[in-house]
């Protein structure tokens, strides 16, 4: 029976599944997408024979039992008549001759197109770029301001305001909103514009044989069938079959993670489903040309090439939303079912009373603005804004502000390893000379010399990356190459082939004339001493290939040196005396051993995910102790294969390093972890980590070195590829968390505190209650500043030594809910002292409501003092005053508490009166009672302290 596996059911309809016998059989996926779309209940099908998958978008519900039935019946069918054709451009490609591949697109390899056909094909295929990327629109992205449930709920207020005639209210609650909105528009509006300056939006310009000529074009214009002339240094425009390559050597690292680059040939026996790694015969696009160069025959662009398909990927990849952002929507849902109780309560007490209904809606208006915290959207998007605003600073964009938050909440950290943790740059680390002194230097003017790659004022530039690599080692050791180079002129140069896998130069001047580099055993049969003449015996030989096991044991590439005087007819160097070998392999970006060692002491577990065979990805991992000092589990892509989603989330929580991996691995790896309940991060800088980089809750792209495919997709990118700016990163996204906490700590207690003054005033008796205007003004001066001040308190010393938070904790944890009741009705009991005074002397009006407006405001302006710390009883007295940020807040606030009294339009606004000396008295010592019970019933001492200025530690 055919294999069919559901991977994913959403309750939005969405299902993807995996079909193995579509894979590169188109014919067979569009019979099985007929099947699917004959059904009802499948309002859009895709079956993606490049993938091996089938995506379905259901229009009503559909059992996914009845979706793999179809699926098998269509498998199992006859091929039905009309079914279209396979495609050209899916065919495998690298298994076809370059004679098969140029009949079936119709070109001569010599001659290639010509202008009037090409012209044809550009507009039968379109031009060749890539499927468009994800960034937003402005609209879109000044829409998603007004998503959230606490915006709404202010929204509703401000309607139901302009229902009642409060035109006021409206305006003045509207505008809170448009603040919100406009303050999470701009920052994620200039992150998107940072990130996309890093995209490579220039024209590159290819060059193409067209009518029989060498053309320059650009690389959007390159369709099927044109022959690519392709050359060192240059980005490759197109999927295309080789047809003739002279030491052609491609780095595909973008592609798979393989460090070393990929010999090219044209005439190699490929298999049709070997791997993308594994196809000597075809050049992708997006990969780079290392050394040598070529022609091939473009055999697919733009969305059909091999980077596309991965790229499409990434669609079927969803980013979870960010932890706080479900925390805060479920502590939105419950503020809601609060100001509705609060409401039925107003409306119970005034059907009693036999209250008209504006009345009864005005009043009830009041409440549910008092149980609405108009500050709540604006810090918690101010607080991620300014968070985002700070880690821009230290080189780190983040696309949307939630994902400062997120960072903070990482628990696994999934780590590409190519260009990633290493530099995507070989380097020699290690030398096994024979013969003393005299031996190294002549190595190191023999890895100058016999070299292809030219110095640059930034170290070598041109051929390959082994050879940059001897160059750069050779000047680090003091070889001047220019005069060196005058003094030894090349006269002749045998380049290396499979079969001769040495490369042999003669040279001019004084010294040996024949210098030799390549394989070790091979350069070692050619020599018959070391170079200070000692005679090399069997001994010596085998010490010399014991070296080169273990240098490449590291695992490292190794190159065998030695010079001398003799040449055969044959061209094969003889009686040469062996100089030594040199070991170069891909190094760790600096400081990323630290980087790992800083996330291990965070609590946050780390995984290197790498193309790169188990031998090389061991190395680099024990390099990092990335096991941290236990043992080291790697798993292999085949092992992958076999896995269901559940077991490989339950092995990937294990595992260490997943090596030879895919792309679509990647991506299953990432969402596997996410089934177990893990926060995720994926770094990455290649094409084909891309759909990870899009599934994990954090996808962190390198800005300097990565793909624009990797940064398209990501919603962090490091500009300069520093690793280590992220543990800052990190340490603000759990400030953010933290902040976020108490700051929502703060604006629910005084919230419920307006809550139970209302509810109090309106069952006491009509006219008691405060206005809704005098509400929202309470609200927006001691909830807006005041939180903002406790939400942008700098990082705590400890951040990164605790382990993240666990998932399901919520954003207030019942026991801190019912601290905050207890401190909301400590508030509430003081205003209400003030009130009972006001009524007993002048009886329900504005002078009441005034000494009520003083009390609460600015009571709960001093409360915000003790909210520093979740935990009140570590409070030091003496450090109530060490956040300035709150000070200055609290002060502004204060402010504009009492603006009201010396302003009579806004007195009138408000509905209240001047106090007198005495009701001021009453006022004011209503308003420090709060703050002074909570800390005297904590046992804190309220003597006068020095102050130091320090950091409050996180509760």
Same mark, same amino acid.
């Given at each position: 029976?055919?294999?069919?596996?559901?991977?994913?059911?959403?309750?939005?309809?969405?299902?993807?599944?995996?079909?193995?016998?579509?894979?590169?059989?188109?014919?067979?996926?569009?019979?099985?997408?007929?099947?699917?779309?004959?059904?009802?209940?499948?309002?859009?099908?895709?079956?993606?024979?490049?993938?091996?998958?089938? /995506?379905?978008?259901?229009?009503?519900?559909?059992?996914?039992?009845?979706?793999?039935?179809?699926?098998?019946?269509?498998?199992?069918?006859?091929?039905?008549?009309?079914?279209?054709?396979?495609?050209?451009?899916?065919?495998?490609?690298?298994?076809?001759?370059?004679?098969?591949?140029?009949?079936?697109?119709?070109?001569?390899?010599?001659? +290639?197109?010509?202008?009037?056909?090409?012209?044809?094909?550009?507009?039968?295929?379109?031009?060749?770029?890539?499927?468009?990327?994800?960034?937003?629109?402005?609209?879109?992205?000044?829409?998603?301001?007004?998503?959230?449930?606490?915006?709404?709920?202010?929204?509703?207020?401000?309607?139901?305001?302009?229902?009642?005639?409060?035109?006021?209210?409206?305006?003045?609650?509207?505008?809170?909103?448009?603040?919100?909105?406009?303050?999470?528009?701009?920052?994620?509006?200039?992150?998107?514009?940072?990130?996309?300056?890093?995209?490579?939006?220039?024209?590159?310009?290819?060059?193409?044989?067209?009518?029989?000529?060498?053309?320059?074009?650009?690389?959007?214009? $390159?369709?099927?069938?044109?022959?690519?002339?392709?050359?060192?240094?240059?980005?490759?425009?197109?999927?295309?079959? $080789?047809?003739?390559?002279?030491?052609?050597?491609?780095?595909?690292?973008?592609?798979?993670?393989?460090?070393?680059?990929?010999?090219?040939?044209?005439?190699?026996?490929?298999?049709?489903?070997?791997?993308?790694?594994?196809?000597?015969?075809?050049?992708?696009?997006?990969?780079?040309?290392?050394?040598?160069?070529?022609?091939?025959?473009?055999?697919?662009?733009?969305?059909?090439?091999? =980077?596309?398909?991965?790229?499409?990927?990434?669609?079927?990849?969803?980013?979870?939303?960010?932890?706080?952002?479900?925390?805060?929507?479920?502590?939105?849902?419950?503020?809601?079912?609060? =100001?509705?109780?609060?409401?039925?309560?107003?409306?119970? %007490?005034?059907?009693?009373?036999?209250?008209?209904?504006?009345?009864?809606?005005?009043?009830?208006?009041?409440?549910?603005?008092?149980?609405?915290?108009?500050?709540?959207?604006?810090?918690?998007?101010?607080?991620?804004?300014?968070?985002?605003?700070? *880690?821009?600073?230290?080189? %780190?964009?983040?696309?949307?502000?939630?994902?400062?938050?997120?960072?903070?909440?990482?628990?696994?950290?999934?780590? !590409?390893?190519?260009?990633?943790?290493?530099?995507?740059?070989?380097?020699?680390?290690?030398?096994? $000379?024979?013969?003393?002194?005299?031996?190294?230097?002549?190595?190191?003017?023999?890895?100058?010399?016999?070299?292809?790659?030219?110095?640059?004022?930034? #170290?070598?530039?041109? =051929?390959?990356?082994?050879?940059?690599?001897?160059?750069?080692?050779?000047?680090?050791?003091?070889?001047?190459?220019?005069?060196?180079?005058?003094?030894?002129?090349?006269?002749?140069?045998?380049?290396?082939?499979?079969?001769?896998?040495?490369?042999?130069?003669?040279?001019?001047?004084?010294?040996?004339?024949?210098?030799?580099?390549?394989?070790?055993?091979?350069?070692?049969?050619?020599?018959?001493?070391?170079?200070?003449?000692?005679?090399?015996?069997?001994?010596?030989?085998?010490?010399?290939? &014991?070296?080169?096991?273990?240098?490449?044991?590291?695992?490292?590439?190794?190159?065998?040196?030695?010079?001398?005087?003799?040449?055969?007819?044959?061209?094969?160097?003889?009686?040469?005396?062996?100089?030594?070998?040199?070991?170069?392999?891909?190094?760790?970006?600096?400081?990323?051993?630290?980087?790992?060692?800083?996330?291990?002491?965070?609590?946050?577990?780390?995984? *290197? %995910?790498?193309?790169?065979?188990?031998?090389?990805?061991?190395?680099?991992?024990?390099?990092?102790?990335?096991?941290?000092?236990?043992? @080291?589990? %790697?798993?292999?892509?085949?092992?992958?294969?076999?896995?269901?989603?559940?077991?490989?989330?339950?092995?990937?929580?294990?595992?260490?390093?997943?090596?030879?991996?895919?792309?679509?691995?990647?991506?299953?790896?990432?969402?596997?972890?996410?089934?177990?309940?893990?926060?995720?991060?994926?770094?990455?800088?290649?094409?084909?980590?891309?759909?990870? @980089?899009?599934?994990?809750?954090? #996808?962190?792209?390198?800005?300097?070195?990565?793909?624009?495919?990797?940064?398209?997709?990501?919603?962090?990118?490091?500009?300069?590829?520093?690793?280590?700016?992220?543990?800052?990163?990190?340490?603000? +996204?759990?400030?953010?968390?933290?902040? /976020?906490?108490?700051?929502?700590?703060?604006?629910?207690?005084?919230?419920?505190?307006?809550?139970?003054?209302?509810?109090?005033?309106?069952?006491?008796?009509?006219?008691?209650?405060?206005?809704?205007?005098?509400?929202?003004?309470?609200?927006? $001066?001691?909830?807006?500043?005041?939180?903002?001040?406790?939400?942008?308190?700098?990082?705590?010393?400890?951040?990164?030594?605790?382990?993240?938070?666990?998932?399901?904790?919520?954003?207030?944890?019942?026991?801190?809910?019912?601290? *905050?009741?207890? !401190?909301?009705? /400590?508030?509430?009991?003081?205003?209400?002292?003030?009130?009972? /005074?006001?009524?007993?002397?002048?009886?329900?009006?504005?002078?009441?409501?005034?000494? &009520?407006?003083?009390?609460?405001?600015?009571?709960?302006?001093?409360?915000?003092?003790?909210?520093?710390?979740?935990?009140?009883?570590?409070?030091?007295?003496?450090?109530?005053?060490?956040?300035?940020?709150?000070?200055?807040?609290?002060?502004?606030?204060?402010? @504009?508490?009492?603006?009201?009294?010396?302003?009579?339009?806004?007195?009138?606004?408000?509905?209240?009166?001047?106090?007198?000396?005495?009701?001021?008295?009453?006022?004011?010592?209503?308003?420090?009672?709060?703050?002074?019970?909570?800390?005297? +019933?904590?046992?804190?001492?309220?003597?006068?302290?020095?102050?130091?200025?320090?950091?409050?530690?996180?509760?």
């Amino acid at each position: 029976m055919p294999a069919v596996t559901v991977h994913h059911h959403s309750p939005s309809g969405r299902v993807r599944l995996s079909v193995p016998r579509i894979r590169d059989r188109p014919a067979l996926a569009a019979q099985v997408q007929a099947a699917l779309q004959a059904r009802p209940e499948i309002r859009q099908c895709q079956a993606r024979a490049w993938s091996g998958s089938v /995506i379905l978008h259901l229009a009503s519900p559909l059992d996914t039992e009845r979706i793999v039935a179809t699926i098998r019946q269509a498998l199992a069918a006859p091929p039905t008549r009309g079914t279209p054709r396979p495609d050209p451009q899916e065919r495998a490609w690298h298994s076809l001759s370059a004679e098969a591949a140029a009949q079936l697109l119709h070109t001569n390899p010599g001659t +290639g197109l010509t202008a009037q056909e090409a012209a044809a094909r550009l507009e039968r295929h379109g031009e060749n770029r890539l499927p468009g990327g994800t960034r937003r629109a402005p609209l879109s992205l000044f829409a998603e301001q007004f998503e959230s449930l606490p915006v709404a709920m202010l929204m509703g207020s401000a309607v139901v305001s302009v229902a009642t005639g409060g035109v006021a209210d409206a305006v003045a609650t509207m505008s809170v909103v448009l603040i919100n909105a406009t303050f999470g528009f701009v920052t994620e509006g200039q992150a998107e514009a940072s990130i996309s300056q890093l995209m490579d939006s220039s024209s590159e310009t290819v060059t193409v044989i067209r009518d029989g000529t060498e053309v320059s074009l650009r690389a959007a214009e $390159v369709v099927p069938g044109d022959i690519l002339h392709v050359r060192p240094g240059r980005v490759i425009a197109a999927d295309a079959r $080789v047809l003739a390559a002279d030491r052609l050597k491609v780095d595909e690292s973008a592609l798979t993670g393989e460090t070393l680059p990929v010999s090219k040939t044209p005439d190699t026996r490929v298999a049709p489903d070997v791997p993308i790694g594994q196809r000597p015969t075809l050049l992708h696009a997006g990969t780079l040309v290392s050394e040598g160069e070529g022609r091939g025959l473009v055999v697919a662009t733009g969305a059909r090439t091999a =980077s596309a398909q991965i790229a499409l990927l990434s669609e079927s990849a969803a980013r979870p939303r960010a932890p706080v952002e479900a925390e805060l929507d479920r502590l939105g849902e419950v503020l809601v079912k609060l =100001s509705l109780t609060a409401c039925g309560v107003f409306f119970g %007490i005034g059907w009693l009373r036999g209250m008209g209904l504006s009345m009864m809606l005005k009043d009830a208006l009041a409440l549910a603005v008092a149980a609405v915290p108009e500050g709540l959207p604006v810090v918690a998007t101010t607080t991620m804004s300014i968070g985002l605003r700070r *880690m821009e600073k230290r080189g %780190i964009l983040v696309r949307r502000v939630d994902a400062v938050e997120s960072l903070g909440a990482l628990q696994i950290l999934c780590l !590409d390893k190519t260009g990633t943790l290493t530099r995507n740059r070989l380097q020699v680390v290690e030398e096994e $000379v024979a013969g003393g002194d005299a031996a190294r230097v002549m190595l190191l003017q023999v890895a100058a010399l016999n070299n292809t790659a030219e110095p640059g004022p930034q #170290g070598a530039t041109g =051929s390959s990356a082994t050879e940059r690599a001897l160059l750069d080692h050779a000047m680090a050791q003091g070889a001047d190459v220019a005069d060196l180079r005058a003094a030894r002129p090349r006269t002749a140069m045998i380049e290396r082939t499979p079969d001769r896998p040495f490369m042999v130069t003669r040279h001019g001047g004084a010294g040996p004339g024949v210098l030799v580099k390549g394989a070790p055993e091979t350069v070692l049969a050619q020599c018959s001493a070391l170079w200070d003449g000692t005679p090399l015996d069997a001994a010596a030989r085998h010490r010399i290939l &014991t070296a080169n096991d273990r240098l490449a044991a590291r695992p490292a590439r190794v190159l065998g040196f030695a010079a001398g005087e003799e040449i055969d007819e044959d061209r094969v160097p003889r009686n040469l005396r062996w100089l030594g070998l040199l070991a170069m392999v891909d190094p760790l970006r600096p400081g990323a051993a630290d980087f790992i060692a800083a996330m291990h002491r965070a609590g946050i577990r780390t995984i *290197m %995910i790498t193309g790169d065979q188990a031998a090389t990805a061991a190395t680099i991992a024990r390099e990092l102790n990335l096991s941290d000092s236990g043992p @080291l589990r %790697i798993i292999d892509s085949p092992e992958i294969s076999q896995m269901t989603p559940d077991l490989l989330g339950g092995v990937a929580r294990n595992a260490h390093v997943f090596s030879r991996v895919s792309a679509a691995q990647k991506l299953a790896i990432v969402q596997a972890l996410q089934a177990q309940g893990a926060v995720v991060g994926m770094t990455g800088d290649g094409i084909n980590d891309g759909p990870a @980089l899009k599934a994990a809750n954090v #996808g962190i792209a390198m800005g300097a070195s990565g793909t624009d495919l990797a940064r398209d997709v990501a919603n962090v990118v490091i500009r300069d590829d520093e690793l280590s700016t992220l543990v800052d990163s990190i340490a603000q +996204g759990r400030a953010v968390y933290r902040n /976020i906490r108490r700051a929502l700590e703060f604006l629910i207690a005084t919230n419920l505190s307006e809550i139970a003054v209302g509810i109090v005033e309106a069952a006491h008796g009509p006219g008691e209650l405060e206005s809704p205007m005098e509400l929202l003004w309470i609200n927006l $001066v001691s909830d807006v500043l005041p939180g903002l001040g406790l939400a942008l308190a700098d990082p705590d010393p400890d951040a990164m030594a605790r382990p993240p938070r666990a998932v399901d904790e919520p954003v207030i944890p019942p026991a801190h809910f019912k601290r *905050m009741t207890q !401190d909301g009705g /400590i508030i509430a009991a003081s205003a209400l002292v003030s009130h009972f /005074i006001g009524l007993a002397r002048y009886g329900p009006g504005p002078e009441t409501r005034a000494m &009520t407006f003083l009390s609460l405001s600015l009571g709960q302006l001093l409360y915000a003092l003790t909210a520093q710390r979740s935990d009140v009883r570590k409070l030091q007295t003496g450090r109530l005053l060490e956040n300035r940020m709150l000070d200055g807040a609290l002060l502004v606030s204060a402010g @504009l508490a009492v603006t009201p009294f010396f302003l009579p339009p806004l007195r009138r606004l408000l509905q209240i009166a001047p106090l007198g000396p005495g009701a001021t008295a009453v006022g004011l010592a209503a308003a420090v009672a709060p703050a002074t019970l909570v800390l005297a +019933g904590k046992n804190n001492r309220l003597l006068p302290e020095t102050l130091e200025v320090k950091p409050c530690a996180t509760s």
